[in-house]
């Protein structure tokens, strides 16, 4: 139980594009998920908390309007990086807190995105 | 040996001997600790975690260890295996409705066959 799965695994675009990650819980629900941003060697950075049918908070230093989050339903949030440059080439990871639950996040696959 | 410097801490250890990973927390109001366990491109994996309210917790060949008065958590992982090479994070929740986790920088044990 408690999987988080990502789509898509890799995906590679063109500067200036948008890109949409999907994450899914697929045997629970999830009020709360997490969007985190790690490079190379180094730790996880939460970028964003998205909670299902309000507005997500960003962490500081996190553009908002760059990092489009939205958590339409309760097993289900997408990040959208608009106009992508290839300072925004990293490994983005989704995670999710069982509703009603403490603090334990299971966290999804990750995507890797790079950005030419 | 352990290292720390400007790259990811390492840790380097023979099969079948144990291991320690340590880790300092930042903020002496945070009441729940997880350390994860992630492998080269994938995303973190639950091992085990703690409460506040605890100093010690056992797993499956893995212990945690919680020292609040130096804000110290560390992990033991007995009669390490090849399969346990990956980078360890230790991720701290400092309360608050939303339970926002933060992460430590992370140690990398190679298990040396």
């Known amino acids: 139980g408690a999987v988080v799965s990502q789509h898509p695994s890799r995906v590679i675009c063109k500067s200036g594009t948008s890109v949409k990650i999907e994450c899914r819980s697929l045997?629970?629900?999830?009020?709360?998920m997490f969007w985190y941003r790690q490079f190379p060697k180094q730790s996880l950075m939460l970028m964003a908390t998205?909670?299902?049918?309000?507005?997500?908070?960003?962490e500081q230093g996190v553009e908002k309007d760059k990092f489009l989050i939205n958590h339409a339903s309760l097993t289900l949030s997408t990040l959208t990086v608009t106009s992508a440059h290839p300072e925004d080439s990293s490994f983005y990871i989704c995670?999710?807190?069982?509703?009603?639950?403490?603090?334990?996040?299971?966290f999804g696959p990750g995507t890797r995105l790079t950005v030419t | 040996g352990e290292s720390v410097g400007l790259h990811l801490p390492t840790l380097s250890v023979q099969e079948g001997d144990n291991s320690i990973i340590n880790c300092a927390y930042s903020n002496s109001a945070s009441d729940y600790f997880i350390w994860y366990k992630q492998e080269s491109g994938k995303g973190p994996q639950f091992i085990i975690d703690i409460r506040s309210n605890m100093d010690k917790r056992q797993g499956q060949r893995v212990t945690v260890l919680l020292n609040k008065t130096v804000k110290h958590l560390s992990l033991q992982i007995a009669a390490t295996q090849p399969g346990d090479s990956a980078v360890y994070f230790c991720a701290e929740n400092s309360g608050g409705s939303n339970y926002k986790l933060t992460f430590g920088k992370g140690t990398l044990l190679t298990v040396n066959p």
């Open positions: 998205s909670n299902e049918g309000s507005k997500a908070t960003y």
């Open positions: 995670s999710a807190r069982v509703t009603g639950t403490g603090g334990e996040q299971y």
């Open positions: 045997d629970f629900q999830a009020t709360t």
